[in-house]
C-alpha cells in the first residue's frame, strides 16, 4: 500500500519570500509522483508530475520538485512567491503497475501569502 | 465549458435520506473516479471507472454506496440512508486512460465538487 505525508498543514510567507512544502511518501513498489494545487473555489488541477527521467520537474508558474528516491521524498519549491499563489497543495503518488488508475494524496499544505 | 460537470453542487439531507450525484467528465476521457474529501484531509479514493466497467472500489465504499457508470459517459454516485459520517465533499475527475510513462499518464482533470450535510 501507498501513503502520502504533507508535515504542514499549514506554511505563511511572506511575498516574494522563498517557500518549500513537504512531501515523504510510503511505497513497496515504484511510483509516480504528482502535485495538485486547488486555488479558493476551484476544482483541483495538477501542477507537476515525475514519471521518469530527470529528478527535477518545474511547472509553468516557477514551481519544482525534485524526486529523491533514497529520503522518498518530492519536496515542492518556489524560489519567490506571489500572491497568487495562495492555495492548498497536495502530493499525491500513485503505483507504477496501475498506470496512474490509483492515486492516494496526502492530506494537504495550506499556502498563505502575506503582503 | 467543456470541463468536469457536478451536480448538484450541495446538497443538505436529512439523516436516512437517500441522495444521488451527477458526474459529467470531459467527453473523449474514458477514465472517470469519485473521491471524498472531509475538513482538513485530502481527497480519499472512492471508485474508478473505465468506460462502464468499475474496476475498483474501496473498503471505504460501504454497502450503503453505489455507483453506476451506463452508458460509460456520465456517472451517479448514489448514497443509501445517509449517516451524519458521510457528510463530505464528493469530487469527480475524469482522465485519458494512464500508459506508462505516457504524456497523460496521471492527470485527473477534477469537477468543483457536491458538498454533502447531512443533519
Known amino acids: 500500500a501507498q501513503s502520502v505525508t504533507q508535515l504542514d498543514s499549514q506554511v505563511p510567507v511572506f511575498e516574494e519570500a522563498p517557500v518549500e512544502l513537504r512531501c515523504n511518501y510510503s511505497s513497496s513498489v515504484s511510483v509516480y509522483l504528482f502535485w495538485y494545487v486547488q486555488y479558493p473555489n476551484q476544482g483541483l488541477q495538477l501542477l507537476l508530475k515525475y514519471l521518469s527521467g530527470s529528478t527535477l520537474v518545474e511547472s509553468i508558474n516557477g514551481f519544482e520538485a525534485e524526486f529523491n528516491k533514497s529520503q522518498t521524498s518530492f519536496h515542492l519549491r518556489k524560489p519567490s512567491v506571489h500572491i497568487s499563489d495562495t492555495a492548498e497543495y497536495f502530493c499525491?503518488?500513485?503505483?507504477?503497475?496501475?498506470?496512474?488508475?490509483?492515486?492516494?494524496f496526502g492530506s494537504g499544505t495550506r499556502l498563505s501569502i502575506r503582503p | 465549458d467543456t470541463g468536469v460537470s457536478q451536480n448538484p453542487r450541495h446538497k443538505i439531507t436529512k439523516r436516512g435520506q437517500n441522495v444521488t450525484f451527477r458526474c459529467d467528465p470531459i467527453?473523449?476521457?474514458?477514465?472517470l473516479y469519485w473521491y471524498r474529501q472531509t475538513l482538513g484531509q485530502g481527497p480519499e479514493f472512492l471508485t474508478y471507472f473505465q468506460n462502464e466497467a468499475q474496476l475498483e472500489k474501496s473498503r471505504l465504499l460501504s454497502d450503503r454506496f453505489s455507483a453506476e457508470r451506463p452508458k460509460g459517459s456520465f456517472s451517479t454516485l448514489e448514497i443509501q440512508r445517509t449517516e451524519q459520517g458521510d457528510s463530505a465533499m464528493y469530487l469527480c475527475?475524469?482522465?485519458?486512460?494512464?500508459?506508462?510513462?505516457?504524456?497523460?499518464?496521471?492527470?485527473?482533470?477534477f469537477g468543483e465538487g457536491s458538498r454533502l450535510t447531512v443533519l
Open positions: 467527453s473523449e476521457h474514458n477514465r
Open positions: 499525491a503518488v500513485s503505483p507504477l503497475w496501475s498506470s496512474a488508475s490509483k492515486i492516494i
Open positions: 475527475a475524469s482522465s485519458f486512460p494512464g500508459l506508462a510513462g505516457g504524456e497523460n499518464t496521471g492527470e485527473l482533470f
